[in-house]
């Protein structure tokens, strides 16, 4: 019954998007990752993509648990990780209805993300990853990158490496702020490194975290959790320790490897 709700919902979704710009095309694929025609409303039966497959407005595709994809366009990255499901309307607007993914480019763009219940325009350049979750909304996460991220009752915020943003509600509004350890995220996240071809940002993520240390001085909040109503919002948040023994940021990595370790 959800999955029947959730192509519902990708439907209504792909009808307003029909005619966008260029689809993307999957250039890798790994595991199982099947897809459901939207445009076949008769019959909503599932089948499994190819590489070089367009990823058409028409496609709700849904990874399975050791399944990733990655297609590389008009230098722009997008990669879906294991046990996620979106639509691709264009190469610069992408609804995920759960799970996470990750967008990168080098060439500022105007990138359109939505989900079930929020949307919200990024536009400039940079390497950001999103995480669907259970009110509706999303994580949204800039590893590095300049520019802005807006919504129709939030405004305007400037991006910052490191800086998640909660995006929430119909309309849209931002959520609180936390910051990420930008290092523990690059060495445990598989949307990083479990795909064939490096991302072409990498010296750009290793200048935020730098920054990112002489600013903080390598104390962090760290976010773990879920979102399941606007109001609730299941967040676990370490305080700033005054101790600086580097034994003692073992829990923390322990608990933010779980978290960001399953994409």
Same mark, same amino acid.
């Given at each position: 019954?959800?999955?029947?709700k959730t192509i519902l919902s990708a439907a ?31 019959? /909503?039966?599932? /089948? ?92 949204? $996460? ?7 991220? !807006? ?12 800086? @998640?943003?909660? $995006? ?19 060495? !445990? !996240?598989?949307?990083?490194n479990s795909y064939p071809t490096p991302l072409?940002?990498?010296?750009? @993520? ?31 948040? /370490? ?19 779980? /978290?960001?370790?399953?994409?």
């Amino acid at each position: 019954m959800l999955f029947i709700k959730t192509i519902l919902s990708a439907a209504v979704f792909t009808a307003a998007f029909f005619l966008s710009a260029e689809s993307p095309t999957l250039t890798f694929k790994t595991g199982r990752v099947d897809a459901v025609d939207l445009s076949l409303k008769d019959s /909503f039966e599932t /089948f499994q993509i190819d590489l070089n497959q367009s990823l058409s407005p028409n496609l709700l595709i849904a990874t399975g648990a050791q399944g990733r994809i990655e297609s590389i366009v008009n230098d722009k990255y997008w990669r879906l990780g294991s046990e996620g499901m979106g639509t691709w309307h264009s190469d610069s607007k992408f609804w995920l209805n759960s799970g996470s993914a990750l967008f990168c480019t080098e060439i500022p763009q105007t990138i359109q993300f939505s989900t079930t219940e929020s949307n919200a325009t990024f536009e400039g350049r940079g390497t950001i990853i999103l995480e669907a979750t259970k009110n509706g909304g999303f994580k949204f $996460i800039p590893l590095e990158g300049k520019g802005t991220i !807006s919504t129709e009752k939030g405004g305007t915020k400037e991006i910052i490496g490191g800086r @998640m943003l909660l $995006i929430l509600g119909k309309p849209t509004y931002f959520g609180d702020a936390y910051d990420i350890d930008i290092m523990l995220l690059l060495k !445990s !996240s598989r949307l990083i490194n479990s795909y064939p071809t490096p991302l072409p940002t990498f010296d750009k @993520m290793g200048l935020a975290i730098y920054i990112q240390e002489l600013k903080l001085k390598g104390k962090y909040d760290a976010l773990i959790g879920d979102a399941t109503t606007n109001e609730n919002l299941q967040l676990w948040k /370490f305080g700033k320790s005054k101790d600086t023994n580097p034994k003692q940021s073992t829990p923390k990595k322990r608990f933010l490897d779980r /978290f960001f370790g399953s994409d």
